[in-house]
């Protein structure tokens, strides 16, 4: 039996993601804040679910949180980090954007930190981070959100590369979803994938290491052409 770590799977893709690993055989600690919503998804598999209340931005209880798991499985496979917040804040008030920038980026980078040092010592793992289309490019409602992903994306592909050249057997996956129908799925919304699909994708991006996955895949052409697209007719769309 495998072991993961899904970090933010009380709701949406941390969810599901969780659900089709039990569903092959693993071991998965789930984390978040909302102990209710962990307690039940518990109920539905008690033997291969362990549930750990955390919230990611009191740092210093990651490396808790970390120890924890050790102790209790002692190895590691996989480590998805799925938490993530983010709001429109059509007035940049600092108090909007601030949950997004310690969940989202202080956050994140402890917990991709933690991971990438634990697989080094453990000599093998795979490290998912989910951040986003919106890693692509800006956006004028939403920049903490946008810029965050952009952190994100960027900081996976340096794992990615510092794991290329690693001694030990170290994976990183970025997945880049566009619309999910979670709760985090706000605004004009096109091409929406429900989380079950959005998921399914995300486990078979996993299973073939994959250093990127647009998901779901045909967000692979919007990736094109918002890498593409000048600045001068994108204020006219974001
Ligand atoms: N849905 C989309 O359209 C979409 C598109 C691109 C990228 N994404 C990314 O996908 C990831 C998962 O989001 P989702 O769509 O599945 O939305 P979701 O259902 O709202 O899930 C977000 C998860 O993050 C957790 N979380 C938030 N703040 C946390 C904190 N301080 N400590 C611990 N966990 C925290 C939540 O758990 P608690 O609230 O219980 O703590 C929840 O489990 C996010 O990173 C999001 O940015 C989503």
Not at 81 to 88: H, I, W
Not at 130 to 146: D, E, K, L, Q, T
Request: charged share 25%; proline share 2%; with cysteine.
């Amino acid at each position: 039996m495998k072991n993961a770590l899904i970090i933010g799977a009380t709701s949406g893709i941390g969810k599901e993601l969780a659900k089709l690993l039990v569903a092959d055989n693993y071991k998965v600690v789930i984390t978040g804040r909302r102990e209710k919503l962990l307690q039940e998804i518990k109920d539905s598999n008690s033997n291969q679910y362990i549930v750990k209340v955390h919230d990611v931005t009191n740092l210093d209880s990651c490396e808790a949180l970390f120890n924890d798991v050790k102790n209790e499985l002692k190895t590691i496979d996989l480590i998805v980090y799925s938490s993530g917040v983010g709001n429109p804040n059509y007035k940049l008030e600092w108090e909007k954007e601030l949950p997004t920038l310690q969940t989202n980026i202080i956050a994140a980078t402890k917990i991709y930190g933690l991971a990438y040092n634990f697989f080094r010592k453990q000599g093998f793992g795979h490290l998912v981070g989910i951040s986003s289309i919106a890693s692509i490019r800006g956006n004028r409602h939403v920049p903490a959100y946008f810029a965050s992903k952009a952190f994100q994306a960027n900081y996976l592909e340096s794992l990615w590369l510092k794991g290329k050249r690693s001694k030990a057997k170290i994976v990183v996956t970025d997945i880049q979803p566009g619309f999910v129908d979670t709760s985090m799925a706000i605004g004009n919304t096109f091409w929406m994938s429900t989380k079950e699909k959005a998921s399914k994708q995300i486990y078979s991006a996993i299973k073939k290491k994959k250093k990127k996955a647009y998901i779901t895949k045909r967000w692979r052409l919007i990736a094109v052409v918002l890498k593409i697209v000048p600045a001068s007719l994108l204020y006219k769309f974001l």
